[in-house]
């Protein structure tokens, strides 16, 4: 049933969280079209958007809910119980769509324009320099990884300063301004499209062209149509690591789920009893339980406490970024533990096409390998602030 939900009287968490738990039946019959089509599938979709699951952390001002990062979360969490693909996607685009808000009321009405829903993919690492023009700045060059570029309306691609390579231009920009290249060829996570665009000489106009770096430091020119927004300026690193980490939790839990079918059925002639019977598997689900809720619980704190900061509008200490990302690579580290051991307790079945529990392992080892879980650097920052050293770069600054 469509969302009817207003601005002023959004659903609760409860409910949001409800209606994520209710799609996960649906979202496991559809998990291997949706790895065969490497993209989100038309009904999925629809049944997100219906739902209102993309617009949870969206401003008001936008055709959002307004809601908290920890909701936002927790529903992927649970999304992802079904198909980890179509998590990733919710969670991603349902964080990047509140950055529209960040642009000036003029960019914000040429989004809106078309009465559409957003679904606005973001690329924040920046492969390719802009060239400064007059009134804006000219694009050219590949963009990879723009994770659900298929159903984009709109885009935001990142470019470096010509005259300040250090400093990172978002700019915004119609899906149709560039070319799709289909190469989303992959081992895990391969629903979500997220495929590179070509742009050739694109002129992006300056109403268009934002430093989000800047704009939490100095204020984002949309703060002032959205005085109101929880999330307008906030430290875009650290809330989207904890973005990056959501899926992970219920990828985790899919894996339980499926690991829990699989003792009960696995069961040959060279085996003295069912697998539900043997000590050393019993032993395994107790952990990954106990893993699994310490993991979760780990994730929603942290993700209150950063909000909690946000809306307090507290300076974030290099201490406080480092402790933050330290806890997000953490969570996802012990999730993929989890999945792993589960996977490799569970016999040769699962190594066939169409195993719930292969297909977890698959998309949670791809979200490990994001650039934003870095366990080594994350570790050695969090040890340097212990020692009153200063955290190092890239993600210093977080």
């Known amino acids: 049933?469509?969302?009817?939900?207003?601005?002023?009287?959004?659903?609760?968490?409860?409910?949001?969280?409800?209606?994520?738990?209710?799609?996960?039946?649906?979202?496991?019959?559809?998990?291997?079209?949706?790895?065969?089509?490497?993209?989100?599938?038309?009904?999925?979709?629809?049944?997100?958007?219906?739902?209102?699951?993309?617009?949870?952390?969206?401003?008001?001002?936008?055709?959002?809910y307004g809601l908290d990062l920890t909701t936002h979360l927790e529903v992927a969490g649970e999304l992802a119980r079904g198909c980890g693909s179509t998590a990733w996607l919710q969670c991603l685009i349902g964080n990047q769509n509140c950055h529209i808000a960040w642009y000036p009321k003029q960019a914000q009405e040429e989004v809106l324009a078309d009465g559409t829903s957003l679904f606005s993919p973001l690329v924040m690492g920046p492969p390719e320099i802009a060239e400064r023009v007059e009134g804006g700045v000219r694009l050219k060059g590949r963009w990879p990884y723009v994770t659900g570029v298929d159903q984009a309306g709109w885009m935001m691609l990142s470019a470096r300063d010509p005259d300040d390579h250090a400093r990172v231009l978002t700019c915004l920009m119609p899906k149709g301004a560039g070319t799709v290249h289909d190469d989303w060829h992959v081992m895990g996570?391969?629903?979500?499209?997220?495929?590179?665009?070509?742009?050739?000489?694109?002129?992006?106009?300056?109403?268009?062209?934002?430093?989000?770096?800047?704009?939490?430091?100095?204020?984002?020119?949309?703060?002032e149509i959205s005085p109101d927004a929880l999330y307008i300026g906030a430290p875009n690193g650290i809330m989207f690591a904890m973005v990056v980490a959501g899926p992970s939790i219920g990828l985790a839990a899919c894996a339980i789920d499926a690991y829990k079918d699989r003792l009960s059925s696995r069961w040959s002639a060279r085996m003295p009893s069912s697998q539900t019977e043997w000590p050393g598997s019993q032993m395994r689900l107790g952990r990954a339980m106990v893993r699994w809720k310490s993991a979760k619980r780990l994730l929603l704190e942290n993700a209150d406490a950063f909000t909690?900061?946000?809306?307090?509008?507290?300076?974030?200490?290099?201490?406080?970024?480092?402790?933050?990302?330290?806890?997000?690579?953490?969570?996802?580290?012990?999730?993929?533990?989890?999945?792993?051991?589960?996977?490799?307790?569970?016999?040769?079945?699962?190594?066939?096409?169409?195993?719930?529990?292969?297909?977890?392992?698959?998309?949670t080892l791809t979200l490990r390998s994001h650039f934003m879980i870095m366990p080594d650097l994350a570790a050695e920052n969090a040890g340097r602030i212990q020692l009153h050293m200063p955290p190092k770069a890239p993600y210093a600054g977080g």
């Open 189 to 223: 996570m391969r629903g979500t499209g997220s495929k590179t665009v070509l742009l050739d000489d694109v002129f992006i106009p300056d109403h268009r062209v934002l430093c989000f770096r800047e704009a939490e430091l100095k204020g984002a020119p949309g703060a």
């Open 1 to 64: 049933m469509p969302d009817t939900s207003s601005a002023g009287d959004p659903p609760t968490r409860e409910a949001l969280v409800a209606r994520a738990s209710a799609l996960v039946p649906f979202l496991l019959e559809r998990a291997d079209e949706t790895e065969r089509n490497r993209s989100l599938l038309p009904d999925v979709r629809q049944r997100l958007a219906d739902d209102g699951l993309l617009r949870i952390m969206q401003p008001t001002t936008i055709g959002g």
């Open 308 to 363: 909690d900061q946000v809306t307090r509008g507290e300076t974030m200490t290099l201490e406080d970024r480092t402790n933050y990302r330290m806890a997000v690579v953490e969570v996802v580290s012990q999730c993929t533990d989890i999945v792993y051991d589960l996977f490799c307790d569970a016999g040769t079945g699962v190594v066939m096409e169409g195993s719930v529990l292969q297909r977890a392992l698959r998309d």
